[in-house]
């Protein structure tokens, strides 16, 4: 003889954005799809950029940020901001590759701030300080 075992779990499906959620007694909700990565394309396109203008500049190619400048036909200001991206901290290179990094660590923020110290920027980055 077969026993059946039945467990309920109490919680409903709700539809927000388009998106299945799953709600909770308590009230959380939680997507029944696991949340993509958020690619970020501009931090992606200025990543690459600091990677080849740093190549540039280590085979002698350019020698200076000027060079690349108008060889990009672009500002100066803007070339040396992209190649401080090159300082980022490894770990935090392969988040932003990956999509995982917090929405607050966008270019424009790295931009304006970014310690040299990799530690100090997973710190800033973990306390959302940017």
Known sequence: MSET???HVPMSFRRRGGRKLIVAPDGSAMSAVPSRAQIDNVL???????????????????????????R????????????RLTLLAPDIIEMILDGRQPPTLQFETLRKSLPLLWEEQRKTIRDGDL
């Open 44 to 70: 992606l396109k200025a990543l690459a950029r600091a990677v080849r203008w740093r190549q540039l500049l280590d085979q002698g190619v350019c020698s200076t940020i000027k060079e690349i400048a108008l």
């Open 72 to 83: 990009e036909k672009i500002d100066a200001s803007y070339v040396g901001d992209v190649l």
């Open 5 to 7: 075992l039945t467990v």
